[in-house]
């Protein structure tokens, strides 16, 4: 018996076929959920802990400008409160995210300038371009891979000899005066802003935003790692041609401050509001932090909790906001209080995420894959700082929040001491984490333990 099928009976059968076939082939979302994560960081400049609306205490909690999207990453990820950068300053710590290592190693303590003020911080000019490279690892894992904002590890200035970019790892960049390659339409003169730019000072946020985004758009079929590293909110501050106008170098007063902030909100809702018009929203790995912490504190407010700022190795100049949000694998609005993490980790980390292995056996850090993902652990490595060679040219914050050069945590002790041995301090984190009340006379094991162990650190750095 023959079943013969009318036009409209034919249609529905061929309308299924299709369907089922449509079925199987993979969406955009589908094809980007198989493959590696896209990785974003995102390293604000000279951000204290309380500049996030999420990290403040009551103490800052109205008077700092909301920032609603950038909180609003920790709503929809993690937010981590120990998170650490590798150095108080701009270069080094650029140095620690960039190579796994501490950035003295690569010779890089304070930031870059001229050849003659790096030589009186017995620096090196700029940062090795044989030192590992998180872009370069994730080139090999089939990464695309693009820098866009500041550098600031060689070059500007009388250094011209600094490698390019590229020599570390990155397909493309834009980048601001502080690089060996910076963009002409940044800077138009030899220094870091001028009316004549054609991106002006407080629209450059969002032109290293719409790099971003285009880069991320015409690289779709790999997955793409991205420093958007924005100069906001570093003074001096230009939110405006007013301000310009008024004080061409710049202020560094509250109200021109809370406007760069609320801009730099804006533009972080910008990204954010891109990467879900591109289809990539939930396979993309947003890490937010800065390079070190704030000054001016505004007497303290931009600090937080925290002791010290920018230039200090008290908590407020290295203890940094740090959210993650990876819709795809990471749970959303966790507070992870347990784990330490630190700037040298990312770089083994993220090449883990990448699913390959580091070629850098000289890391100092730790794979903490599972922390960015949601499971704390306790950290194995102690973590060890410096800030200051001399004297002469390494200026520290004044009273108490000058710290000692020398800085370790192994748990939840703290120890600060100078590289000569003077000014022991420690400082229980757990019960004390505003760092007010120095125990090193009441724990005198704990000194005995950690002291010889920093000490030798720092004596096997100079002698590399």
């Known amino acids: ?124 000019d700029f940062l090795d371009a044989s030192a590992p490279s998180v872009a370069r690892e994730l080139k090999t894992a089939g990464y695309a891979t693009a820098h866009f904002g500041k550098w600031h590890m060689g070059g500007g200035r009388d250094v011209d000899n600094a490698p390019g970019i590229r020599q570390y790892g990155f397909d493309e960049y834009a980048s601001t005066w502080e690089s060996p390659d910076p963009d002409p339409l940044l800077t138009s003169t030899d220094w870091i802003w001028a009316k004549s730019d054609s991106i002006k000072r407080w629209n450059r946020t969002a032109y290293f935003v719409d790099k971003t985004l285009d880069f991320l758009k015409r690289n779709a079929a790999k997955p793409c790692y991205v420093n958007l590293w924005p100069d906001d909110v570093h003074t001096p501050w230009v939110p405006d041609e007013t301000t310009l106008n008024d004080f061409p170098k710049g202020t560094e007063k509250p109200r021109e401050f809370k406007a760069v902030l609320a801009e730099l909100d804006v533009q972080i809702g910008r990204l954010m509001a891109g990467l879900k018009a591109l289809g990539i929203d939930d396979n993309t790995l947003i890490v937010f932090t800065s390079d070190n912490g704030a000054l001016p504190t505004f007497e303290g407010i931009r600090s937080g909790k925290f002791r010290g700022s920018k230039l200090s190795l008290y908590e407020g100049g290295i203890r940094m906001p740090f959210i993650v949000r990876y819709p795809a694998r990471t749970p959303k609005g966790n507070i992870d209080n347990q784990s330490v993490l630190s700037a040298i980790d990312l770089l083994p980390t993220f090449v883990s995420l990448a699913g390959k292995k580091t070629s850098n056996s000289r890391a100092d850090g730790e794979n903490m894959a599972a922390v960015l993902l949601g499971k704390p652990i306790v950290r194995k490595k102690p973590l060890f700082w410096e800030y200051g060679r001399n004297n002469e040219s390494f200026r520290y914050p004044a009273g108490r929040d000058k710290s000692p050069n020398l800085a370790m945590r192994q748990g939840d002790w703290k120890l600060l001491v100078n590289d000569n041995g003077s000014g022991t301090e420690l400082f229980n984190l757990a019960t004390d984490p505003s760092e007010q009340t120095d125990v090193s006379s009441q724990q005198p094991k704990v000194v005995e333990t950690m002291r010889p162990k920093l000490l030798a650190w720092r004596t096997g750095l100079v002698k590399e």
Not at 38 to 61: E, F, H, P, Q, T
């Open 1 to 124: 018996m023959k079943i013969r099928l009318g036009f409209p009976a034919l249609s529905i059968v061929l309308l299924l076929l299709f369907s089922s076939l449509v079925a199987l082939i993979p969406t955009s979302k589908q094809k980007q959920a198989n493959r590696a994560p896209n990785i974003i960081l995102i390293l604000i400049d000279d951000m204290g802990s309380a500049d996030v609306g999420c990290y403040r205490s009551s103490k800052s909690a109205n008077q700092l400008p909301p920032t609603p999207n950038i909180d609003r990453l920790a709503t929809e990820g993690i937010q981590f409160t120990n998170y650490y950068s590798g150095a108080p300053i701009c270069s080094p710590s650029r140095v620690a995210l960039t190579t796994g290592n501490v950035p003295g190693k690569w010779r890089i303590t304070s930031f870059l300038a001229e050849r003659k003020h790096n030589r009186t911080c017995e620096q090196a």
